[in-house]
Every structure is written in C-alpha cells, then in structure tokens.
C-alpha cells in the first residue's frame, strides 16, 4: 500500500518574505483583493510547498520553492510543477479556521483532503446534504451528532475534490461509511469508505479538538503520517 504525507501550519509558520514564491504565483497573490481570500491562498501554498518539498526530500530553501511550483488545473485542483515539469506527486490542499492542510502522496494517487470544525449543524443542513442512510444514522446516534455530521461531510469534500468534481455534484451521490465511530479515540487515524457512482475511495480521518481531518484515496493508501515540524523551519535565501 502507497504512503500519503500530512502536513499543518498556520500563519505564525509563514516566512517573512515572499522570495518562495514563483513569478506567476505572485502575479496571482496580488490580484486577490479580498483579504481572508489570500491569506487562505498564501498558507495553503507555503504548506503545499514545504510538504512537497519534504516529500521529494529537498532543501526547503526560497530558490527551490519559487522553482515548484503549484498551478490550478483547468478544474481548478491544484497541480504540483517542478521547473514547469508536471506529474512529480499528487496533493490536495485545504484550509479552515487559520489552518491550511495539505495532503500528499506518489502521482498515481488520486487524493483529497478537507478540514472540518465539528460544531451544530441545522436539520435543513442534513436534509439538503446528505443521503437517506446517512440521515437516518445521523438520527440514530444523538450523542454523536456533530461530530457524525462533520465527518460525513469532510468525508463527502475530500472524495468530491478527488474526483476534481467539488461542489459541482451533488453531495448525496457520494455515499460515506463511517466506520465505528463509538471505537474512535481523539488524536488517532480511522477509516472510511465511500462510494460514488460505482467508484470507490477508501479514506481516514482523525479529530484533535474541535477539528476534524479526512483524505481520501483511490487506491488506497496508508495511514497518512504527519510530516515533523522539525524539517519546516528553513533560512530562506
């Protein structure tokens, strides 16, 4: 089974320049305008940059960082290029609550990720969302409603952003199997499984607090293993 990285960061982990970022992705930086827009953009870049880097085992160092470059696709996911070569891994980046992820694994993969914050999610939410079967699962564990609902729903963006579809389809079409959540300890990985269209993507999520994580992966993938803090403090040059 392939591996899959994991890497968080927030703006505190933000260098103090922008000497990382290649030409086009400044150019592209500058005519955000609304300001949680390119904070959201830059922190997603700088962790799928850093994580790439340390999964291709490079010096994290702004020279190299400008030359990898991340570049929407014509569906809008994000696409890893290394001196204009494409190809060299697969990631998926998501942010939420001053929280960027990314999500990283070998090229073959096809791989989405999503945060989540696990808070009250309103019937005509669940009604509107989520599928029949998983409505009625949603009923029948009161005790663990929001965080069901959180997960359901990471479940259904990261699998959506897999298949480089988003919001785009309708989110009942894509089916999610919690798995056991009453066995579920905070801080450790779990599985899931959905399915869309006959296609099917085995996935792992995990909760630390009120934040919730999903990846899911087609074929699967191992437990995603949390990149160290220790390789991301680069001298920028």
């Known amino acids: 089974m392939l ?66 470059e ?7 996911a994000p696409e890893l290029f290394w001196n204009g070569i494409p190809g060299l891994v697969a990631i998926s980046i998501t942010h939420r609550n001053g929280i960027a992820a990314c999500a990283v694994a070998p090229a073959a993969i096809t791989l989405g990720c999503d945060l989540e914050v696990i808070e009250p999610r309103s019937d005509a939410f669940i009604s509107d969302y989520f599928s029949s079967p ?34 785009r389809a309708s989110t009942p079409s894509v089916i999610i199997d919690p798995g056991k959540l009453c066995d579920a300890p905070n801080g450790l990985w779990q599985t899931f499984r959905a399915r869309f269209r006959g296609k099917v993507f085995e996935g792992w999520w995990r909760v630390s ?5 999903t990846l899911a992966a087609t074929p699967p993938i191992s437990e995603p293993v949390f990149l160290p803090e220790t390789t991301l403090c680069p001298h920028l040059s």
């Open 3 to 68: 591996a899959s990285y994991w890497l968080e960061q927030t703006a505190a982990d933000l260098p103090g320049n922008d000497s990382w970022l290649s030409r086009a992705e400044r150019e592209t930086y500058e005519r955000l305008r609304v300001p949680k827009r390119r904070s959201d953009w830059l922190l997603g870049r700088w962790t799928a940059k850093t994580a790439a880097a340390s999964w291709l085992r490079l010096p994290v160092t702004g020279t190299l960082l400008a030359a990898l």
């Open 70 to 76: 991340i570049r929407p696709a014509p569906d809008g």
């Open 134 to 167: 998983e409505q009625e699962l949603i009923d029948r564990s009161p005790a663990a409603r929001f965080r069901l609902a959180a997960l359901l729903w990471s479940a259904k963006e990261s699998v959506l952003k897999a298949l480089r579809m988003g919001l």
């Open 209 to 213: 607090g009120t934040i919730l994580r």
